[in-house]
């Protein structure tokens, strides 16, 4: 993976940024305005949508040897956690975790809690487990803990290009 200057919060606007993609991709979507949240259980509830329609967005430090980390930002229905043994096996990885707090933010120019399920940073690879699919329509936290985006499931799939890796456990 190519070395980019790392994007902070402060440094750039996720939310602007991720409409602007999707205005130039000719996605269709809407911007819904709320309530400051960020978790998946309770946002659903402010959104008024299904669980499984949310993406959950956490990134993932992918441990290949003592010396060698990747990231990824791995993306789940809101009704599963992140499988690490499926990410560790699909890798052929030493180990895997959630990435420290601050290397996240840095990595996403977001707070957690507001991360899309897109990655506008070349040292931040993207995962998708196909369960996401089993929706029409998917909806997310876009970059703001105070705005979500709704929007077809194809369109995100064809913006985003993620790796399609099943990587997401139910319950």
């Given at each position: 993976?190519?070395?980019?200057?790392?994007?902070?919060?402060?440094?750039?606007?996720?939310?602007?940024?991720?409409?602007?993609?999707?205005?130039?991709?000719?996605?269709?979507?809407?911007?819904?305005?709320?309530?400051?949240?960020?978790?998946?259980?309770?946002?659903?509830?402010?959104?008024?949508?299904?669980?499984?329609?949310?993406?959950?967005?956490?990134?993932?430090?992918?441990?290949?040897?003592?010396?060698?980390?990747?990231?990824?930002?791995?993306?789940?229905?809101?009704d599963c956690r992140v499988d690490f043994d499926a990410i560790k096996a699909h890798f052929n990885a030493d180990s895997i975790g959630m990435a420290p707090r601050e290397k996240a933010e840095k990595l996403t120019g977001c707070v957690i809690g507001s991360i899309p399920p897109f990655?506008?940073?070349?040292?931040?690879?993207?995962?998708?487990?196909?369960?996401?699919?089993?929706?029409?329509?998917?909806?997310?936290?876009?970059?703001?803990?105070?705005?979500?985006?709704?929007?077809?499931?194809?369109?995100?799939?064809?913006?985003?290009?993620?790796?399609?890796?099943?990587?997401?456990?139910?319950?």
């Amino acid at each position: 993976m190519q070395s980019t200057i790392p994007q902070t919060a402060s440094s750039v606007n996720i939310h602007e940024q991720l409409r602007a993609l999707l205005d130039k991709e000719g996605a269709a979507y809407r911007v819904l305005e709320h309530e400051t949240e960020g978790r998946t259980e309770f946002i659903t509830k402010i959104r008024g949508n299904r669980i499984e329609q949310a993406i959950k967005s956490m990134v993932v430090q992918v441990r290949m040897s003592k010396k060698e980390n990747l990231y990824y930002l791995a993306n789940v229905p809101g009704d599963c956690r992140v499988d690490f043994d499926a990410i560790k096996a699909h890798f052929n990885a030493d180990s895997i975790g959630m990435a420290p707090r601050e290397k996240a933010e840095k990595l996403t120019g977001c707070v957690i809690g507001s991360i899309p399920p897109f990655s506008f940073n070349a040292s931040l690879g993207l995962l998708a487990d196909p369960r996401i699919k089993e929706n029409e329509e998917v909806v997310f936290n876009a970059g703001s803990l105070e705005r979500s985006i709704f929007m077809k499931m194809e369109d995100y799939f064809r913006i985003a290009n993620p790796q399609v890796v099943s990587i997401a456990l139910r319950g």
